[in-house]
């Protein structure tokens, strides 16, 4: 290892077309801002419930070795472990968690076990007393002392960008996930697509006649399709999600249900108050054009 280095760095997840890995590059642009070594890792490790547990082993390995570290993601508040067993000078990447489901389909674990691990998890972020970010201020609700903690991390991905020509009525970001699939509104956008709406997606393939997919794409890719675009579809259980706000970078509007739409304090221009279950109003689209 050079001894040039003024930091060394564990990411899960360091890739440019993730959430995750997006969120630990803009950390390391923006925090840290040292001459770093980012640490990724290989083959069986990225498993992502194997991973953290390697970071621990490496940060503790800086740590031991006098080396100034931070592990910067696959974070989420619940994994009391990582909490616990990091070296205690160790600077965390953003903490994430707190996602908002739907009340009626949440599970036993989220409900009553999930806050139990935040306070534990809590506990320990007390005694590193380090200054903590939180990625979004969803689990603000949740934190007993506030002091030296963050909140809203992803807001520095905002900023506004020169509006380019549309030719994208609606673009999707699209992940499979047991805890969307009751939420994500697929006969409405099925709907869009028989009316001539043309729909592009992005992430896990979406199997709808009519639409163009794309896969998974690094963020300058996807940033070009975002500035193509009119609109897109905020994510259920976080409003503002990074997806979400390089679209509103990106002059997109954003259809978000009614329940969603009511809760929103900031950028609150930026959303259109959507009814999933009725017929998309065609006049937005008419509007744009």
Not at 162 to 188: G, Q, T
Not at 264 to 282: D, M, V
Request: aromatic share 18%; glycine share 4%; hydrophobic share 35%.
């Amino acid at each position: 290892m050079s001894n040039n280095l003024d930091s060394y760095c564990w990411a899960c997840d360091y890739s440019s077309s993730s959430g995750e890995g997006n969120l630990a590059r803009l950390f390391v642009k923006k925090t840290i801002k040292e001459n770093s070594k980012i640490f990724v890792p290989k083959n069986i490790f990225k498993y992502k419930y194997i991973s953290p547990f390697i970071g621990i082993i490496y940060c503790w390995y800086f740590f031991l070795s006098g080396k100034k570290n931070y592990y910067l993601n696959y974070l989420p508040f619940w994994n009391v472990l990582l909490f616990a067993l990091l070296p205690p000078s160790t600077k965390l990447g953003p903490i994430t968690g707190g996602a908002e489901y739907d009340e009626k389909k949440i599970n036993i674990i989220r409900k009553f076990i999930f806050p139990i691990l935040y306070k534990l998890s809590e506990i320990f972020l007390i005694i590193r007393n380090n200054k903590n970010y939180f990625a979004t201020d969803l689990l603000k609700k949740n934190l007993y002392n506030r002091s030296k903690n963050n909140f809203d991390y992803i807001k520095k991905f905002f900023f506004k960008k020169i509006k380019k020509e549309k030719n994208i009525d609606l673009l999707i970001y699209y992940r499979k996930n047991k805890n969307k699939i009751s939420v994500f509104p697929y006969r409405w956008i099925k709907r869009l697509i028989s009316m001539g709406i043309k729909v592009h997606v992005v992430g896990d393939y979406l199997n709808f006649f009519g639409l163009k997919n794309h896969g998974y794409l690094n963020n300058f890719k996807t940033n070009q399709l975002q500035s193509r675009s009119k609109f897109s579809i905020a994510s259920n259980e976080n409003n503002l999600s990074i997806f979400t706000i390089e679209c509103i970078n990106n002059h997109n509007k954003i259809f978000i249900s009614n329940s969603k739409y009511i809760k929103i304090s900031k950028y609150k221009n930026n959303f259109i108050s959507t009814n999933y279950q009725k017929f998309p109003n065609y006049k937005y689209f008419k509007i744009i054009n």
